[in-house]
């Protein structure tokens, strides 16, 4: 009887990628590292595929956005075949088991020797007539594993090493820099090497509009909505390979183009703005640090973050797809791993308010949200206690965020329903805060640090501001956008301020 071959799909997953990349506090680190893990998988299976035999090579397709997507199914030949990368997973056919374990270490090794500490999860399946089962199959299977998956670390410094101060690992190289020696551990060295030749290693200083003075920056994170949703009912009734492997990829293309180009959209609008913030400068105000599918993460002036993330969230609706967004506000020498886990933080604030049961439109269309905060402590970190500790006034919040992005195209009830979240509200008092003909700038600081004691003081304070000529009406529906306002406009001067009570803790 004739033994039926037997062949494989694999699923791979880096983990940990995010906090690889911000847990140091340096730029050229930061950078270095979103350089170093973009494209990681792929980069690894094609060096795997350089070590072959020159003859054989060609049975190895990795280019999965331009080759023949049926070539594994119609020819035997071909031992191993990328079917898509999508949702920072990569899915990859094999002809057998053996090649299958060849390519896992290699692969696994390969990862760790350029990263240092990046573990690879990989889930394997063989690979029956039918795509759903398979996909479904090797999906629960990775769940299981990442569930049982140890994060493994290299081991830390021993009490008689020297150890980097955020990582724990030992310091391993020496490098000569500005006549100075420099000390760093393996990974941080890593990271330093990858760091493009053509940008300045002070990127983020280059950012802020006047050094000592107003040195606010952003750091913007932008996650899609229900992506994995939206693929599942795409392919939920797709059945075969043949079918289901055009669909996968014309989708996680689609998916990376449209949130590509809207990115792109996005730092063109940055550019056109950087005139107006920084005169004669030569350096951009903005830095992509990722750009993966719907998962995107930037640096930039503070005065550019929020109509930026604004411009991405109305653009990337005419594209057919909804995200939502985090801003975290900081000074310059605030550590920027903090202020990223803060940006995140906005951003599931933002999803979840996106998601509520009332706010979704039809067929469950999620709108898009952004939240934003100002780092003055790294406690900001943990949302939801810092806002219960600093914006909390007898029980009722003094901030309206997260705010709702209203779709340019005909979405009139997903709109209609996010109405009381609508951002141009914000935009209104920020324009009106912004004008010293409506109130002079030292009046609306003065209201902004009166409205956390709470609305008998805001009304108190109403009354003077009218006996000057200056109205302010319903402050019970108002004052929770006039605070939101004020504090994006006086950005600056809360990070000089700090947070005092904060600290003294």
């Known amino acids: ?70 070539e594994f199914l119609n020819n035997k030949n071909i031992i191993m075949q990328v079917m898509f990368i999508g949702g920072g997973n990569a ?17 696994g090794k390969y990862i760790l020797e350029k990263t240092y500490s990046l573990n690879l999860a990989v889930a394997v399946c063989e690979k029956t007539e039918s795509y759903a089962d398979d996909y479904k199959h090797i999906n629960d299977e990775m769940r299981k594993i990442k569930a049982k998956m140890s994060n493994a670390q290299p081991m830390g410094a021993l009490p008689f090493m020297e150890r980097d101060s955020i990582t724990g690992f030992p310091i391993t190289t020496m490098k000569r820099e500005y006549n100075k020696e420099n000390y760093y551990c393996t990974e941080a060295a890593h990271k330093r090497k990858a760091f493009p030749k053509n940008e300045s290693e002070q990127i983020f200083d280059n950012m802020i509009t006047l050094k000592g003075d107003n040195s606010s920056l952003a750091v913007c994170h932008i996650d899609g909505n229900s992506m994995g949703i939206q693929i599942r009912q795409k392919m939920e009734h797709v059945k075969f390979y043949s079918d289901a492997i055009k669909i996968m990829r014309a989708l996680s293309l689609d998916i990376e ?115 934003f905060q100002i780092c003055t402590n790294i406690r900001a970190a943990n949302l939801k206690a810092y806002r219960d500790k600093h914006y909390l006034v007898d029980g009722q919040s003094i901030i309206a965020r997260p705010y709702y992005v209203p779709c340019k195209i005909e979405q009139e009830q997903l709109n209609s329903k996010n109405e009381e979240h609508n951002i141009t509200q914000l935009k209104e008092w920020l324009k009106k805060f912004n004008d010293e003909q409506f109130i002079p700038r030292n009046k609306a600081k003065k209201l902004r640090n009166i409205i956390p004691e709470g609305l008998s003081g805001i009304e108190s304070y109403l009354l003077f501001l009218k006996s000057r000529g200056i109205e302010l009406d319903n402050p019970k529906e108002q004052y929770r956008y006039w605070y939101d306002a004020l504090e994006i406009l006086d950005i600056d001067l809360v990070l000089r301020e700090g947070d005092t009570d904060e600290d003294k803790n």
């Open 257 to 371: 183009t449209a949130f590509r180009q809207t990115f792109d959209k996005m730092t063109a609008y940055m550019q056109q703005l950087t005139p107006k913030i920084k005169e004669n400068t030569e350096h951009k105000l903005y830095r992509e640090l990722i750009v993966a599918g719907d998962d995107i993460t930037f640096v930039c002036n503070a005065k550019l973050a929020r109509s930026a993330v604004e411009n991405f969230l109305e653009n990337i609706m005419e594209q057919g797809y909804s995200a939502c967004a985090g801003i975290a506000y900081f000074n310059s020498h605030f550590p920027f791993s903090d202020a990223y886990k803060t940006a995140e933080a906005c951003c599931d604030s933002a999803k979840k308010c996106a998601k509520k049961k009332e706010h979704l439109g039809v067929n469950g269309k999620v709108g898009c949200y952004m939240d």
């Open 1 to 70: 009887m004739e033994q039926v071959e037997k062949n494989y799909i694999a699923m791979y997953d880096v983990r940990g990628i995010q906090d690889y990349i911000f847990k140091t506090n340096y730029a050229k680190e930061i950078v270095g590292a979103s350089c170093l893990i973009d494209s990681i998988i792929i980069n690894g299976l094609k060096e795997y595929v350089s070590r072959c035999d020159f003859n054989v090579q060609k049975q190895y397709m990795t280019d999965w956005k331009n080759d023949n997507s049926s």
């Open 91 to 107: 899915y990859v056919l094999f002809r057998d088991k053996m090649t299958c374990q060849t390519v896992n270490r290699f692969l």
